[in-house]
């Protein structure tokens, strides 16, 4: 099992899907034949405002252990914000702080290491 995670622009996640698809195809057809194996590429691309294709949750629900859509595209909604955010507060120097819990993953696979429990979305 080969999982992709990408965020994109929210016009593009059907086409980034697509190309994910055709990215992995040669190494699946490899991997089939050396290890006699069989695999699948799960492309789980979401909007940079939580858009989602309709085949996501199918997609999902073929990996290992509970996921969960929204939380995925809460993931994707606080990246948004937060870069959002940051540039926003260049201006002033100052960068608000995101809510998030620990641990999660914001974008290319940037993990949130902390959070403030005292700011809220708004």
């Given amino acids: 099992?080969?999982?992709?995670?990408?965020?994109?622009?929210?016009?593009?996640?059907?086409?980034?899907?697509?190309?994910?698809?055709?990215?992995?195809?040669?190494?699946?057809?490899?991997?089939?034949?050396?290890?006699?194996?069989?695999?699948?590429?799960?492309?789980v691309i979401i909007g940079a405002t939580g858009t989602i294709s309709k085949s996501l949750r199918k997609h999902v629900s073929n990996t290992p252990g509970k996921r969960e859509v929204?939380?995925?595209?809460?993931?994707?909604?606080?990246?948004?914000?937060?870069?959002?955010?940051?540039?926003?507060?260049?201006?002033?120097?100052?960068?608000?702080p995101l809510q998030a819990r620990c641990g999660q993953t914001v974008g290319r696979g940037i993990a949130l290491l902390s959070h403030d429990r005292g700011t809220k979305m708004g």
């Fill in 1 to 43: 099992m080969l999982i992709d995670v990408a965020i994109s622009g929210d016009r593009n996640v059907i086409k980034k899907e697509a190309e994910k698809i055709l990215k992995y195809k040669d190494l699946i057809i490899e991997i089939q034949r050396m290890w006699n194996v069989e695999t699948n590429v799960i492309p």
């Fill in 70 to 96: 929204k939380d995925q595209q809460k993931t994707a909604i606080l990246g948004t914000a937060h870069i959002l955010r940051k540039v926003k507060g260049k201006g002033n120097g100052k960068v608000i």
